[in-house]
């Protein structure tokens, strides 16, 4: 089964500095019909005005991606961690036992576009860490490269957490095929472009859960960039 998420019946908060677009109930957005699919909890798409962000809060018992779409956004936590995080970079915060963290858009004339995503971890109250690494666009090309897994495999970032999220570019006659194991569930949320996903178009902003298929397949691309999530059931 395929059930479609349209970017139009997204949860939307405009704070002047930030504008949020919720694809799961989020602070003040609260939909039951959309709180999260297996242990994926939030897919925010945000855009930071220039010179703001977000001042220093804490999580706990979270894993936390951030994925630059454009501009730079600044992290600094109480670890000691500091890093700018760029397109094509994924940073995994694992809030653990308690974290605080603040991150911010340095620049004064550019907005930073970026997906923050949270996925609930497989264990509670580990040791809080930090994980950023590249992945260029030639390796995302025309395929799923694995960004985040629980086991760090392929040079992937490690999450504590039943799940693994791939990123692809399609173009023309591009295609990717995933399989998925009996029980687990897949969510595509499409980041720009157009790409049809098993038969289904989806456009910028669009979304697709599967549950109960064999297989997933991208394909019919249109300057299409794409996250895909494979996740617990």
């Known amino acids: 089964m395929i059930e479609l998420r349209k970017s139009s019946e997204r949860g939307y908060a405009d704070h002047g500095w930030l504008k949020s677009f919720h694809s799961f109930s989020f602070a003040e957005y609260h939909d039951p019909r959309h709180m999260g699919v297996g242990n994926l909890r939030v897919i925010n798409e945000d ?6 962000g977000f001042g220093t809060h804490g999580h706990r018992d979270m894993e936390i991606v951030s994925y630059v779409l454009s501009g730079e956004l600044g992290h600094k936590d109480s670890l000691g961690n500091g890093a700018a995080i760029r397109p094509g970079d994924v940073q995994r ?11 911010y858009n340095h620049a004064p004339d550019a907005t930073t576009h970026f997906l923050q995503i949270w996925i609930t971890p497989n264990v509670s109250g580990i040791r809080p860490g930090y994980e950023q690494k590249h992945f260029a666009d030639a390796d995302k090309r025309g395929r799923l490269r694995l960004v985040a897994s629980n086991d760090g495999r392929d040079g992937s970032v490690t999450i504590r957490a039943d799940a693994a999220m791939y990123a692809g570019l399609f173009d023309g006659d591009e295609s990717a095929v995933l399989p998925l194991a009996a029980g687990r569930r897949a969510y595509v949320f499409l980041v720009r472009g157009r790409l049809a ?6 456009g910028a902003g669009d979304a697709a859960h599967l549950h109960g298929e064999a297989s997933l397949r991208l394909d019919a691309g249109q300057l299409a960039e794409v996250l895909v999530f494979d996740l617990c059931a």
């Open 47 to 52: 855009r930071i005005a220039p010179g703001t």
């Open 93 to 103: 915060m694992s809030a653990g036992s308690g974290i605080e963290h603040s991150e």
């Open 197 to 202: 996903v098993n038969g289904r178009v989806l």
